[in-house]
């Protein structure tokens, strides 16, 4: 059903306090609908954030243990000191 405004009657929005047909309990239930809705659409945004967080946490903790893994390989410390080790057995 159109409206004068040309607005069909379902998809206009009322305020609840203005209404003057709507009883206390009728407010009061599309109160706790739309808290209950602005809480959904805010877990919907924070469960996306969350996950790129985590992505985000992953690929540094990764990128950690493989920098660590390709420095330890680097290290040739001690294939000097075991050198140095035979060196001195072959002297004595």
Do not use: H, K, W
């Not at 009322?14 to 602005?38: C, H, K």
């Amino acid at each position: 059903p159109q409206e004068p405004g040309g607005e069909a009657a379902f998809a206009r929005r009322i305020d609840p306090a203005r209404e003057p047909g709507l009883s206390p309990q009728q407010r009061l239930l599309m109160e706790q609908v739309e808290r209950a809705q602005r809480r959904r659409a805010l877990q919907r945004r924070l469960r996306g954030r969350n996950g790129l967080l985590a992505l985000c946490i992953g690929a540094v903790t990764l990128g950690i243990y493989g920098y660590t893994f390709y420095s330890v390989s680097q290290e040739r410390f001690l294939d000097d000191l075991e050198q140095e080790v035979e060196a001195a057995r072959a002297r004595a």
